[in-house]
Nanobody
Framework: QVQLVESGGGSVQAGGSLRLSCAAFGYTYNIYNIYCMGWFRQAPGKEREGVAT????????YYADSVKGRFTISHDNAKNTLYLQMNSLKPEDTAMYYC?????????????????WGQGTQVTVSS
């Protein structure tokens, strides 16, 4: 099993920045087999939205149109940690943000099935 622990959420004013982190814990074998990680978010009354994904072995990334140019996803293999730098935050970015990881192989984008999920970290942006 792999446990994903998010941190870095909080409350900011519009235009501000936050950096989310997601640390992976568990059996080394399982962590080694993670090839794709991503950030998702869900606002009250709305469906879960894929924000960004990244191949952990390279630089290939995906971003939702709503965050392109404002958010940056990155991964530190040595620390088994995923990041999401969020700049120019807007009130519509308010949501619970979840980290997810996928093992095995194949495509890496929000539409694939992710194996492990974190508990989430709240981001609130006020106008």
């Amino acid at each position: 099993q792999v446990q994903l622990v998010e941190s870095g959420g909080g409350s900011v004013q519009a235009g501000g920045s936050l950096r989310l982190s997601c640390a992976a814990f568990g059996y080394t074998y399982n962590i080694y087999n993670i090839y794709c990680m991503g950030w998702f978010r869900q606002a009250p009354g709305k469906e879960r939205e894929g924000v960004a994904t990244i191949y952990t072995g390279g630089d290939s990334t995906y971003y939702a149109d709503s965050v392109k140019g404002r958010f940056t996803i990155s991964h530190d293999n040595a620390k088994n940690t995923l990041y999401l730098q969020m700049n120019s935050l807007k009130p519509e970015d308010t949501a619970m943000y979840y980290c997810a990881a996928r093992i095995g192989g194949g495509l890496c984008y929000p539409g694939v099935d992710f194996t492990y999920w974190g508990q989430g970290t709240q981001v609130t942006v006020s106008s």
